[in-house]
Nanobody, 120 residues
Framework: QVQLQESGPGLVKPSQTLSLTCTVSGGSITANYYSWAWIRQPTGKGLEWMGTIDYSGNTNYNPSLKIRTSISRDTSKNQFTLQLNSATPEDTAVYYC????????????WGQGTQITVSS
């Protein structure tokens, strides 16, 4: 069974870079099965897809976030990461990593999520 675990700081200051790591077990991020996604949910709002990295390291981003977003990976650790530059309070949300299988992200495996607050 694929399991994902997000980790990172709970508090980020405005203008700083928000950095998160997703550690994957039970499956390889280099396997030709899934893309690996970051999704967030601001308090009281819906889910927002941020982007993916596939088994070859190719990335796709939400156009509204692309200029600030970078997704990368460390295959030796079976991890993939999220960096969101120039954080603002509007970036406060629960951040999830997940698989993106055929059928869509909602049918994939999700981490528990981690709360990130952007505040001075």
């Amino acid at each position: 069974q694929v399991q994902l675990q997000e980790s990172g700081p709970g508090l980020v200051k405005p203008s700083q870079t928000l950095s998160l790591t997703c550690t994957v077990s039970g499956g390889s991020i280099t396997a030709n099965y899934y893309s690996w996604a970051w999704i967030r949910q601001p308090t009281g709002k819906g889910l927002e897809w941020m982007g993916t990295i596939d088994y070859s390291g190719n990335t796709n981003y939400n156009p509204s976030l692309k200029i600030r977003t970078s997704i990368s990976r460390d295959t030796s650790k079976n991890q993939f990461t999220l960096q969101l530059n120039s954080a603002t309070p509007e970036d406060t949300a629960v951040y999830y990593c997940a698989t993106d299988p055929p059928g869509g992200i909602l049918y994939g495996y999700w981490g528990q999520g981690t709360q990130i607050t952007v505040s001075s």
